[in-house]
């Protein structure tokens, strides 16, 4: 059973509206008027980390990818659960350093969870709860018309991974930003009451602008020399068609990905310096539905792989 | 390391009050005046299932172990979000349908999660979110004179286990109390406000109340006489001292263990037919620490394990 049919067999039971249909970053409830955000993600060791990654940052990164959830959906982090598979006592004292770390780096406590002894690779699971105010943007409120914008830059981790696999140079900003990436939770705060709808790139930009645009039933188009890529990639890569490519469908981002109103773009540019993160815009949503590519305009075919599919 | 060296490295991260020192059965968390609890418990192929234990009942299983600590602290399950690890089909969807006749029977909703595919043997988890209406008992709140109590019968699943591992006869009600765990939800709600510290049984009667004891910082006398015991049990093992013993000592029985003012105790009994839900005086608290044990009134030594610890 591959991982979309068991998905949409799940969807049977997720009713509740706090679901949303198992198509969000997270479940929002509603809590008397205000709104509990929970989300849980798993790492499976040499599948989301490599097995000689340091422990402390798949700590780092068990609690980054569930955050960068909650920046979605705008929440604050309130705390978290942590699953965990014992294993070698060094790895493990090193894990929980480094939980200790980027839980006060985030500023939210642990609250609970579950230890077990497994064997086979490790599973290690986190459930994050936050608290949004307001409005919590969903995948599926994106119109026509409607521009697309990425924080940050993309494409950091997919390289960063390629440089400890020995595929390319090894660069230490890439290799950080594919082991501890920073989930985006004040820009996600900022933005949640400007965009139409919002979610983190966490399987690729061209795989996640294509979910976004069908969770909102409407086609999206994005221009290729329009995406931020950061110094150390042009240097890895270089600035070519093929590269650019190549940034859009690697994953781990972990960047926030939103749809806004054109008449919201000076609103949105004016906040980058503030948050001190780049607000690119790459696209934008039509009638219709697919994803499409240009480069300085003119129409590119997609590649084979639009990003990271799960299992 | 040992499971419990972990969790006391984890506790020096888990200092919001919430947390509970990572000594109760769930977080507790204030929102605005509701009680939001959490709770996340994993299961893993093997230790806490047998591989062929129908799907189905795994399913089931995982659920009702963490809405048991729900009921522990007297909430009303609101939702779950799974934690999967895909394996063979066939199995997957015996899960999944296994797991929506849980939630419907629990009625409650699937909110989200994650699905990954790992290797090795099945790591499972679920998160479960419920919510308290007024005071919400702690471990730690016995006083001495309090009255022990627990719900239901003791031991059943635990020789149910050892049917099915062949080292006994193999009954249907003892498999089922070992497969099929019923958290009592009504009874934890019901008797939430009464009691002065409430826990389930999770890992065997005398090291749990040893826990609840603990928690109090209180001794702890059980009566091995007044154990509640089924008529399945009974059949199964007799009623003798040594059967006693290894009843009070087995796992999985998932249910509701309490402490309560004697003043309380017809109050209590008098909730038994309403909850169908057999109610029982087991011992009681007193000054001081640790836990002993009485047979018709004369003492007997601890048996060399009181319970499972894990890992």
Redesign the interface.
């Known amino acids: ?3 979309t049919a ?2 949409e ?2 969807r ?5 509206p ?3 249909g ?1 198509l969000d970053d ?2 929002v ?1 509603d ?2 008027g ?1 709104s ?1 955000v ?5 790492l ?1 060791e ?3 980390y490599l097995p000689d990654d340091p422990p402390g940052d798949v700590a780092w990164k068990l609690l980054a990818v569930n955050l960068s959830d909650l920046a979605a959906k705008g929440a604050r982090p ?2 978290a ?6 294993g ?2 060094a790895w ?2 090193a894990f ?1 350093a480094g ?2 770390a980027a ?1 006060e780096a985030f500023g939210l ?13 490790r ?1 290690l ?1 986190l ?1 994050a ?1 936050g ?1 949004a105010q307001g409005r919590v943007p969903s995948r599926g409120g994106g119109r026509p018309g409607d521009q697309l914008w990425v924080s940050g830059t993309i494409g950091d981790a997919g390289a960063g991974l390629r440089g400890l696999r020995g595929e390319i140079a090894r660069d230490p900003f890439l290799v950080e930003r594919y082991r501890k990436p920073r989930p985006r939770l004040e820009a996600g705060q900022t933005l949640a009451p400007i965009v139409t709808a919002m979610m983190d790139v966490s399987d690729g930009l061209l795989i996640d602008s294509s979910r976004l645009a069908e969770a909102g039933r409407v086609a999206v188009e994005i221009e290729l020399g329009s995406l931020p890529l950061s110094e150390a990639l042009l240097v890895a890569s270089g600035a070519g068609r093929d590269a650019r490519l190549a940034a859009a469908a690697a994953g781990d981002d972990y960047e926030l990905l939103f749809a806004a109103a054109p008449e919201r773009a000076a609103q949105i540019l004016a906040l980058q310096d503030g948050l001190g993160l780049a607000l690119s815009r790459i696209g934008a949503f039509a009638q219709g539905s697919g994803l499409s590519l240009t480069d300085s305009g003119e129409a590119v075919p997609l590649p084979r792989s639009l990003g990271w599919v ?2």
Chains 1, 2 share one sequence.
């Open positions: 059973m591959d991982e068991f998905i067999s799940l049977a039971l997720a009713t509740h706090a679901a949303r198992l997270a479940a409830l809590m008397g205000r509990l929970l989300t849980h993600d798993m499976v040499g599948v989301h309130i705390g659960l942590l699953g965990y598979s014992l070698e006592q493990d004292e929980v939980l200790g839980l406590p642990l609250l609970g969870g579950d230890t077990v002894r497994g064997g086979g690779p599973t699971a459930t709860v608290e799960h299992c």
